[in-house]
């Protein structure tokens, strides 16, 4: 699967999934931070965003995420993104 998404980053992986003929966004799942639940993540489906902004993305009805809190995308079941632990120099 990895081999089939070319993209790196969250909103270029959305964006393949949204346009590309063969993809759908909805068929993906995105987990992210959300603090104040418990273990501070959240898992929803690609079919509630409505929107891939530069910086963040929304999800239904007007929840703004940044893309820096995504942790993991997973299209049909197979992980295609992790969040890699930034390198310090």
Known sequence: MNDVIK????????NELKW???MDIN????????????GDTKTVSGEN??????LFFTLFPDTM?????????KYKG???YVKTAP???
């Open 7 to 14: 993209s790196k980053r969250p909103r270029d992986i959305f």
């Open 20 to 22: 590309k003929e063969d």
């Open 27 to 38: 068929e993906c799942s995105i987990q992210y931070i959300h603090r104040g639940v418990p």
């Open 49 to 54: 965003i409505v929107n891939i902004g530069h």
């Open 65 to 73: 995420i940044p893309y820096h809190r995504i942790l993991q995308i």
């Open 78 to 80: 197979k992980t295609i």
């Open 87 to 89: 390198e310090h120099i």
